[in-house]
Nanobody
């Protein structure tokens, strides 16, 4: 399974960005897609995830109401719409996936950088 994330950039506080993550390879084995982020000097943290089949979504409290994760099954692509961005959202954002039998996310994209200026 290969993942490619893109869509990051520089945006002012209050602005919006949409990240995309395209999945290729053994896509049938992918159970859900997660978005994570890592700010400078901090640990990587969970942001959101979506289950391919049901479309169920889950969010970190810090992004609830501002971020929306969605998927396009036909394109094997997951999106993260980020609105009302804050400087504390600045981080490298990663998409990841796992099989249904795996607890840990075992396939990761290369990361895309998001910078929110105040």
């Amino acid at each position: 399974v290969q993942l490619q994330a893109f869509g990051g950039g520089l945006v002012q506080a209050g602005g919006s960005l949409r990240l995309s993550c395209a999945v290729s390879g053994r896509t049938f084995s992918s159970y859900d897609m997660g978005w994570f982020r890592q700010a400078p000097g901090k640990n990587r943290e969970f942001v959101a995830r979506i289950i391919w089949t049901s479309g169920s979504t889950y969010y970190a409290d810090s992004v609830k109401g501002r971020f929306t994760v969605s998927r396009d099954n036909a394109k094997n692509t997951v999106y993260l719409q980020m609105n009302s961005l804050k400087p504390e959202d600045t981080a490298v954002y990663y998409c990841a996936t796992r099989t249904a039998s795996s607890y840990a996310y075992n396939y990761w994209g290369q990361g895309t950088e998001v910078t929110v200026s105040s």
